[in-house]
């Protein structure tokens, strides 16, 4: 079970805003994300990992308090190695594609099948600014999952893909998520990529930040 | 024809560009991370040498390190170091003269990474030092590589400041800079175009060189 209850000041083209999200989320569950531009949703999951500091709240995941603000406790990102997918992707511009993925695990064997399940086996050797876009935004899915997350955090996360590759890669991703167990919470504008994660999920909820 | 001022010079610029990567470093990615009234007065203090008569900055080292009083005397009779009028004055001379040419790059290009790359490898499970080494460092090489030839070329160049704290002592404090002018004092316009020239070329090969790495970095091959 994933517990979250955080407030945080934000500043919006509308002046100052206070974002306030709470919920319950069970693990293995695929959550989404939505809500209207500048509502804080991707601060919200910076907040989860651990980069942004919320003025008050609480995360407690499978047990494990992450945040307690009234006990001063904040894990660091480290401790709590959130897999995270970036609207930006934030690939590193002088590793290859082989790189990223030794550079978040050692385990070979899983890094062979990411591979394989990103369609990137041929580009192993390639740095990330010889990738097309989608061929980036697989690469930053699979580093996310490397290190084998209980919590999988993405941002729009096939924004930049074609409706075969992501049908194929979204299947590939269920199959992981259910041996993994991962929690996955996902900020997407797109009902269909939604729609095609979510069936057969054992638990999927959404969350609105406004 | 007496080519030790310019040895001296090459000497002086080595050691003054390894102690300022190994300084500039920690403090430009400190300096790059947020603001505060603090790190604002510190950069503007390491700054100043940019636009301070280098006289000025010479006269005030030459003061504080004096071996008769204050700071200089201390280390006189606690380490036997003198500053003033050695070649340890150049060094320290430089550092403090040649440090905006180290850390002005080297900040500005830690501070032009976007911030994600760094949470990228922290959710990873890295550290801070092995993000540093692993990823913010190998994507600055072009702004690291500008600093330290930057830095190189402009001890070369110092004339004000290593005449103010080292006067010309041959083979101690007399570099490059300071044989031309003494030459040229002299009547001898030979040397002092020996001098210039071998200055010059060097500064030239070295500029240049950065010029050419740094387009080849930058460019695309897809292009």
Same mark, same amino acid.
């Given at each position: 079970?994933?517990? !979250?209850?955080?407030?945080?000041?934000?500043?919006?083209?509308?002046?100052?805003?206070?974002?306030?999200?709470?919920?319950?989320?069970?693990?293995?569950?695929?959550?989404?994300?939505?809500?209207?531009?500048?509502?804080?949703?991707?601060?919200?999951?910076?907040?989860?990992?651990?980069? !942004?500091?919320?003025? @008050?709240?609480?995360? $407690?995941?499978?047990?494990? $308090?992450?945040?307690?603000?009234?006990?001063?406790?904040?894990?660091?990102?480290?401790? @709590?190695?959130?897999?995270?997918?970036?609207?930006?992707?934030?690939?590193?511009?002088?590793? %290859?594609?082989?790189?990223?993925?030794?550079?978040? %695990?050692?385990?070979?064997?899983?890094?062979? @099948?990411?591979?394989?399940?990103?369609?990137?086996?041929?580009? %192993?050797?390639?740095?990330?600014?010889?990738?097309?876009?989608?061929?980036?935004? @697989?690469?930053?899915?699979?580093?996310?999952?490397?290190?084998?997350?209980?919590?999988?955090?993405?941002?729009?996360?096939?924004?930049?893909?074609?409706?075969?590759?992501?049908?194929?890669?979204?299947?590939?991703?269920?199959?992981?998520?259910?041996?993994?167990? %991962?929690? $996955?919470?996902?900020?997407?504008?797109?009902?269909?990529?939604?729609?095609?994660?979510?069936?057969?999920?054992?638990?999927?909820?959404?969350?609105? !930040?406004? | &024809?007496?080519?030790?001022?310019?040895?001296?010079?090459?000497?002086?610029?080595? =050691?003054?560009?390894?102690?300022?990567?190994?300084?500039?470093?920690?403090?430009?990615?400190?300096?790059?991370?947020?603001? *505060?009234?603090?790190?604002?007065? =510190?950069?503007?203090? =390491?700054? &100043?040498?940019?636009?301070?008569?280098? *006289?000025?900055?010479?006269?005030?080292?030459?003061?504080?390190?004096?071996?008769?009083?204050?700071?200089?005397?201390?280390?006189?009779?606690?380490?036997? /170091?003198?500053?003033?009028? *050695?070649?340890?004055?150049?060094?320290?001379?430089?550092? /403090?003269?040649? &440090?905006?040419?180290?850390?002005?790059? /080297?900040? *500005?290009?830690?501070?032009?990474?976007?911030?994600?790359?760094?949470?990228?490898?922290?959710?990873?499970?890295?550290?801070?030092?092995?993000?540093?080494?692993? +990823?913010?460092?190998?994507?600055?090489?072009?702004?690291?590589?500008?600093?330290? +030839?930057?830095?190189?070329?402009?001890?070369?160049?110092?004339?004000?400041?290593?005449? &103010? /704290?080292?006067?010309?002592?041959?083979? +101690?404090?007399?570099?490059?800079?300071?044989?031309?002018?003494?030459?040229?004092?002299?009547?001898?316009?030979?040397?002092?175009?020996?001098?210039?020239?071998?200055?010059?070329?060097?500064?030239? +090969?070295?500029?240049?060189?950065?010029? =050419?790495?740094?387009?080849?970095?930058?460019?695309?091959?897809?292009?």
């Amino acid at each position: 079970m994933i517990c !979250i209850d955080i407030e945080k000041k934000i500043k919006t083209y509308q002046g100052q805003q206070v974002l306030k999200v709470s919920g319950e989320f069970a693990t293995g569950s695929i959550v989404n994300i939505h809500g209207p531009s500048g509502a804080g949703k991707t601060t919200f999951l910076k907040i989860v990992a651990g980069f !942004i500091q919320p003025e @008050r709240g609480n995360i $407690v995941v499978n047990n494990s $308090v992450w945040l307690d603000t009234d006990s001063k406790i904040s894990l660091s990102p480290q401790k @709590r190695m959130v897999g995270f997918v970036f609207q930006d992707y934030a690939l590193f511009p002088n590793m %290859t594609v082989k790189e990223h993925l030794k550079y978040a %695990t050692a385990d070979n064997v899983w890094i062979k @099948r990411l591979l394989e399940i990103g369609k990137l086996e041929t580009l %192993t050797t390639h740095k990330p600014l010889y990738l097309s876009g989608g061929q980036q935004q @697989r690469l930053a899915i699979l580093r996310a999952l490397a290190t084998k997350p209980q919590l999988l955090l993405m941002d729009e996360p096939f924004s930049a893909l074609d409706p075969e590759n992501k049908t194929a890669l979204i299947n590939q991703l269920k199959l992981v998520f259910n041996e993994l167990g %991962t929690t $996955v919470f996902m900020v997407s504008h797109n009902p269909q990529e939604l729609d095609e994660l979510v069936a057969g999920a054992v638990n999927s909820s959404a969350l609105f !930040i406004k | &024809m007496d080519f030790a001022p310019i040895w001296l010079t090459l000497k002086l610029a080595c =050691i003054t560009t390894l102690l300022l990567l190994a300084i500039g470093l920690p403090v430009a990615w400190w300096l790059s991370k947020g603001r *505060s009234f603090f790190k604002i007065i =510190i950069e503007a203090v =390491i700054t &100043m040498p940019l636009v301070l008569p280098p *006289s000025v900055l010479g006269f005030y080292l030459l003061l504080a390190f004096s071996p008769q009083h204050g700071v200089g005397k201390w280390l006189q009779q606690i380490f036997n /170091i003198q500053f003033v009028f *050695s070649f340890q004055g150049l060094v320290l001379a430089s550092v /403090i003269y040649s &440090m905006p040419f180290m850390l002005g790059p /080297i900040k *500005s290009a830690l501070q032009q990474l976007p911030v994600s790359l760094s949470q990228a490898s922290y959710s990873l499970g890295k550290s801070r030092w092995q993000t540093f080494v692993r +990823v913010l460092l190998p994507n600055i090489k072009p702004s690291l590589l500008t600093a330290v +030839v930057l830095t190189f070329a402009h001890t070369l160049g110092e004339f004000g400041v290593v005449l &103010m /704290i080292g006067g010309n002592i041959p083979n +101690v404090t007399r570099v490059a800079s300071i044989a031309v002018y003494d030459s040229v004092e002299q009547m001898d316009y030979h040397a002092a175009n020996v001098y210039s020239f071998i200055l010059f070329a060097i500064t030239f +090969v070295l500029v240049t060189a950065v010029f =050419i790495f740094n387009k080849y970095q930058l460019k695309s091959p897809l292009e």
